[in-house]
Structure formats: C-alpha cells, structure tokens
C-alpha cells in the first residue's frame, strides 16, 4: 500500500507540472528576413536598375508590417512576407547606399536586417595630359598644402609641425608680403578663402582655424570629427573638406556643421587619398596623394568627370640633392584669368598649366 500511494503521488505531481508546462505561453521570437540584391554585383554603375528582393520568416505570431528603407527612405511598407522592389539607381550619388528591412509582429516583437549595395560612374574619366605655359618660382621651404588665389594673391598654407604658416605672396615673383606662423604643435593642412575669412585645417589635431583675410588676427576655431585634415576648398557657398579618404564633406561656413557628405568613385571603384583641392567652373579638382594625377569631380553626386596627368613635371625642376622635393600638392584657379596653377611640396617651381585633351 505505501509502494502504491507514493507511486500515485508522483504520478500526480508529473501530471501537475507537465499541465503547467503546457499552459505556459511559449517565447515570442522576432522575425528574420533575408535579403537579396539583383543582379548579384559588387559594384553598380550608375543607372543601373537593381531589385530588393525580401523574404521574412516568422516562427509564430503574426506579421503587423514589413518596411524596406533605402538611405533612410521607405520603398515598401506592408504585410507580404516576400518582395521584390524595383530601386532606380540614376539620380544616386556615388559610393555605399544602405538598406534596412524593419518586420513588426501584432505583439510588437521587431526584427531587423541590413544590407548595402554601391554606386560606381557609369562613364569612364576624360583622360588629360597637359602644357606648361608659364613658370614662377616657389619657395622651397614650403611643405604645401593649401593654395589658392584671391584677389590677384597667391596665398599658401604649409605643413610640418614648427614650420606651418599661412603666407600672401605676390605670384610672378614669390615675395612673401604676409606670413602667420602656427603653433609649432600644429601641423597645418588646407586653406579656403571665403566671406572675408580664411579657413585652415590641421593634420590630425582635429581642429580648424578661421582668420581675418586682411589682417590673419585669428577669429575663431573649431572642431571635426574626421581624424584627419587633408585639402578644402569652397563653392562659393560651403566649404569642402578632404581626408584623405574618398570622401569630402560640405560644410556651413558658419556653424562648421556637416550639410553634405560626398563619396568620389570613378567607373571601378573609390578614389582614395584625396588631398588638396580646388572648386573650378563649377567641378571640385583633387590632387591624390603620391600620385601625378589631378582627378575633376562632379560636386552633385562624387562621379569622377576626368583625370589630369601630370607626369614629367618633376623632370623639368633643378634637381638638388641636398634640398629633397616632396609630391606634387597644390592647385590654384584664377577666376579672372581662367589660369590654372600646380605646385608640389618643397618644389622650386610653379607651374601654370592648361590641360590637353588626349
């Protein structure tokens, strides 16, 4: 008898907790959706049509809403679990786009998936050699990393830490008629003319400096997030930042806040090390670092329009080995004369240019 109601006993309590078990609600889990992009490529020339293609699996419960986002716009918003959407690709700007599919259940439980897909140029850069049609002299203590012309001036703005200035030259002759030193723990990078002010960028301090074109009283400072200064330039409107990334950054003269962020791609791929620049008849000109080459960049979508060659010049500068030159580095536009000037770090030279289709 005691065998038999310990026996019934546990019968009993398994009978219990399994009951319990089977009326205890079961874990909502969130949605999962596939995502797929067609045609399968790395890269897309812009233009090309692509197709998202969704599939959202649920384990239980019910699907509320699926969106489909492309650089944070809605493409799709309902209840099928598979989709196909049609995404133009013609008016996109060059480098990543993301996507982001966002699926909601009745009982709110959210999954998420992402993906990216990337625009390249649809045409090939204009190919350009060059002539040289004038020479002026340079100074060679000049590690260059802004020029620009204002006002019939050649203003420059140097690197090194100790040896960064901003100077006014007269150009045909190189006579300094105006100089500013930085603090010897700056390395100075870029410089911009716009509004009465000049604006300079440092290497890697983060931060920028704003003075008074006439005077170079500083007037101001602050700070970006890129981690490095690089070139700048302005459109008449914003300035335009590099990093020595493919990417520039437009910014509000006046705040120094971000209004545009502009990747620079050609039909194969990214331009990186985009250092110097120059805003000429409407296309930003980059010099990219360590190279000979010039590439014209299209402001409204980063499409690289065509590339300047511009090897040979070292050959025809005095070669002196106890004064070492640095790479080419320095464009400047004369907007009243339409001439163009390049220059390299430590050069002896300036050269003005014009370039020649090939």
Known sequence: MKKLAVLTFFLSLTGILLLQCSSTPKRSRKPVT???????????????????????????????NITVEVDGNSYFSGKT????????????????????????????VTGENYSDFTIVSDTKPVEYTYEITATYPHNTKFFTEGLLIHDGYLYEGTGEKGQSVIAKQIMKTGKIIQEKKLDSKYFGEGISILNNKLYQLTYKAQTGFIYDVKTFDKTGEWHYDSKEGWGLTNDGTNLIMSDGTENLRFLNPENLQVVKNLSVYDNKGPIK????????TGEIWANVWTTNTIVRIDPNNGKVLGRIHLTGLLSVMYRNENKPIDVLNGIAWDAKTNAIYVTGKLWPKLFEIVPVKK
Request: net charge positive.
């Open 81 to 108: 679990l598979e989709n196909e959407i049609k995404v133009a690709t013609d008016q996109m700007s060059m480098g990543k786009h993301s996507i982001k599919v966002t699926a909601i259940k009745t009982d709110s």
């Open 273 to 280: 090390y985009l250092n110097e620049l120059e805003y000429i």
């Open 34 to 64: 596939a995502i797929d992009i067609l045609p399968k490529s790395k890269l897309y020339p812009q233009g090309t049509p692509i197709t998202i293609q969704t599939k959202t699996n649920v384990k239980n419960g019910t699907i509320q």
